[in-house]
T-cell receptor, first 110, second 114 residues
């Protein structure tokens, strides 16, 4: 069983839609949860960072962590064509090793 | 402020050869982590260097080795290349070694092994 599971998609939505991206994980020691955006032929860029359970909002992006269910989500409101990218979840405990999901490919259609 | 840079951008090698990939960390960052990202997969942690010492390693064989220099730039060396080593190699730098330090990624080096 992988440490982190993420549906690879692809996901295609119309401009303005609300997008929901999810990951599940198996290691209860994970405490730090991140969402990265990766454009084609680029390195990942950190979007959201959450410690432990709860919600965090930044502009059009909301990250949710439910440690009891080992489930994290990223919501994108009013999606734009520029949001088209691959979205990676990542998480870690107190160590230095970050565990990434496989990424979900998102296309926002104008 | 210069971001994380990596060289070369692309590289083609044959099975059994050795390769060295280079990373310059962001100004002020003393920690560098290396990741392997196979096509269609998420990045896999190879190892991390903090102040010139290896500071954690993922599930990669010893033929993957690294160095960090006094200016905190880093190298990833891979010996006895295998076809499965074909991937995008990413380095990420951060202000420190803890998980609460944001990792800034470079654009990656795409390695093809024939």
């Amino acid at each position: 069983q992988k440490e982190v599971e993420q549906d690879p998609g692809p996901l295609s939505v119309p401009e303005g839609a609300i997008v929901s991206l999810n990951c599940t994980y198996s290691n209860s020691a994970f405490q730090y949860f991140m969402w990265y955006r990766q454009y084609s032929r680029k390195g990942p860029e950190l979007l959201m960072y959450t410690y432990s359970s709860g919600n965090k909002e930044d502009g059009r992006f909301t990250a949710q962590v439910d440690k009891s269910s080992k489930y994290i989500s990223l919501f994108i409101r009013d999606s734009q064509p520029s949001d088209s990218a691959t979205y990676l979840c990542a998480m870690t405990g107190n160590g230095n090793q970050f565990y990434f999901g496989t990424g979900t490919s998102l296309t926002v259609i104008p | 402020e210069t971001g994380v840079t990596q060289s070369p951008t692309h590289l083609i090698k044959t099975r059994g050869q050795q390769v060295t990939l280079r990373c310059s960390s962001q100004s002020g960052h003393n920690t560098v982590s290396w990741y392997q990202q196979a096509l269609g997969q998420g990045p896999q942690f190879i190892f991390q260097y903090y102040r010139e010492e290896e500071n954690g390693r993922g599930n990669f064989p010893p033929r993957f080795s690294g160095l960090q220099f006094p200016n905190y730039s880093s190298e990833l060396n891979v010996n006895a290349l295998e076809l499965d080593d074909s991937a995008l190699y990413l380095c990420a730098s951060s202000l420190g070694q803890g998980p609460y330090n944001e990792q800034f990624f470079g654009p990656g080096t795409r390695l093809t092994v024939l």
